[in-house]
């Protein structure tokens, strides 16, 4: 069995995928990663300008965890990191600056993926999502547990499978929650699910399947956008894509995406009215979207050979920046769906951030790539290994802050001056 289907359960991990509305809506969410891809779901990070190369770039501290794939959740003054350890799952709050440890919470939580999926782990593997006052975390066997963000105590729970009478996804929850206002959704059950975050009450269930093994459990996660003067919920299960009504769940339109065993991994992506995915084994589409007097039409506009695997891509003046199956990196055309350029191979995952023209890169084996974002050819400025273990986790950008999520541990860099460059990081307690 060729190696790329081996690791593409190490997707749903990363997968996860709009907006976040935050409790109290200010400047300062923008500089904070609250949840999957960012303040915005989309990669961009907020603060100062990022220099030219990654020599600055200053090891703060670093914190042993549990194995576990999600990516971490910046506030204002901790991170948020979740990890499995023996059979429970676990939560940690730390100490931005210094990595201490201000509270944990676990519960039971294990699940083992079947197949080839099982050399990747059955490791806690959902991003959680913060709104300012609430972490939301999904556990491997789909359970959603809300905790207070000052003291870590647990203010409600959500078992899918027994609400919903479904069996756990089969190769574990992967889905990202996102969070609007007052409400949550969130991939679960083999369905969409909108909740009611201050109590996980249901509010409505959509977009029910049959869990086979081929559709259980999403990879994605949904996003909330505007297409054709519409506020909807863009929603991309194992074999469709789907505009969704976020207020009812009526579904507005849906579009079959070609795939492989079910393996449509991607974020959407959202462009204008349109919106991109990419699929394991089958290409890249681009869909358009369509208001009429009956509701909406979606059609293919383009169609471009090149297949992405488990990387959202990052999107940078009408052109797309994307991490294919082949380990290359590529450019597309969004307007036109035109390749402008394809690289040599890097590693078999990138997590990426975006701020201006640069892009900052993380692949599973640890490296780190600043890159400059151009449709005539790819332009690394820097790399750097940054990690001497795997880094499947998203990595997170807040101000001049960066945070690594290795396999079994957390660390913080800090862009810096040439002074304090040299300084060795500290191991928190």
Not at 111 to 119: G, I, M, Q, T
């Amino acid at each position: 069995m060729p190696r790329p289907i081996r690791h593409f359960v190490t997707a749903a991990l990363l997968l996860l995928v709009s907006p976040v509305i935050p409790a109290a809506a200010s400047e300062e969410w923008d500089t904070l990663w609250p949840q999957w891809r960012g303040p915005h779901r989309d990669g961009r990070a907020g603060g100062d300008m990022w220099p030219n190369n990654l020599d600055c770039l200053r090891a703060e501290w670093r914190v042993e965890l549990g194995k576990g794939y999600p990516g971490p959740i910046v506030a204002a003054d901790r991170v948020f990191v979740a990890e499995t350890s023996g059979d429970n799952e676990i939560v940690r709050a730390l100490d931005r600056q210094t990595g201490r440890e201000l509270w944990r919470a676990a519960w039971p939580g294990t699940w083992k993926v079947p197949f080839f999926a099982a050399s990747n782990g059955s490791w806690i593997r959902s991003t959680p999502a913060f709104d300012g006052e609430t972490l939301f975390v999904g556990g491997i066997r789909e359970v959603l547990v809300a905790l207070d963000a000052d003291t870590g105590k647990e203010r409600w729970r959500v078992d899918f499978p027994q609400r919903f009478g479904t069996e756990p996804p089969h190769f574990g929850f992967a889905s990202s929650p996102l969070v609007v206002g007052d409400v949550l959704y969130v991939q679960a059950a083999n369905s969409v699910v909108k909740l009611d975050k201050r109590n996980g009450e249901t509010l409505w269930r959509r977009l029910e399947d049959d869990g086979k093994i081929s559709e259980s459990g999403a990879f994605a996660s949904p996003v909330l956008a505007s297409l054709a003067g519409r506020e909807q919920l863009v929603v991309q299960s194992r074999t469709t894509l789907y505009g969704v009504d976020p207020d009812n769940g009526d579904i507005l339109w849906s579009q079959p995406v070609p795939h492989f065993r079910g393996m449509n991994i991607l974020t959407p992506t959202v462009w204008r009215d349109s919106v991109f995915t990419s699929s394991y084994r089958n290409g890249s589409f681009q869909f358009g979207i369509e208001s009429t007097a009956d509701g909406f039409d979606v059609s293919e506009t383009w169609k471009h050979k090149i297949h992405g695997y488990m990387s959202s891509p990052i999107v940078i003046d009408d052109h797309a920046y994307i991490h294919l199956q082949n380990q290359r990196f590529a450019c597309l055309n969004l307007a036109t769906g035109e390749g402008c350029w394809t690289s040599q191979p890097f590693g078999k995952y990138w997590s990426m951030a975006t701020q201006g023209d640069k892009i900052l890169a993380l692949d599973e084996r640890g490296e780190l790539h600043l890159i400059r974002a151009h449709p005539a050819a790819l332009d690394v400025l820097d790399s750097q290994e940054i990690a001497s273990s795997e880094t499947w986790g998203h990595l997170a950008v807040s101000a001049d802050q960066i945070f690594i999520r290795e396999l079994e541990g957390i660390a913080a860099y800090r862009w810096c001056s040439e002074s304090t460059a040299a300084a060795p990081p500290t191991t928190a307690p």
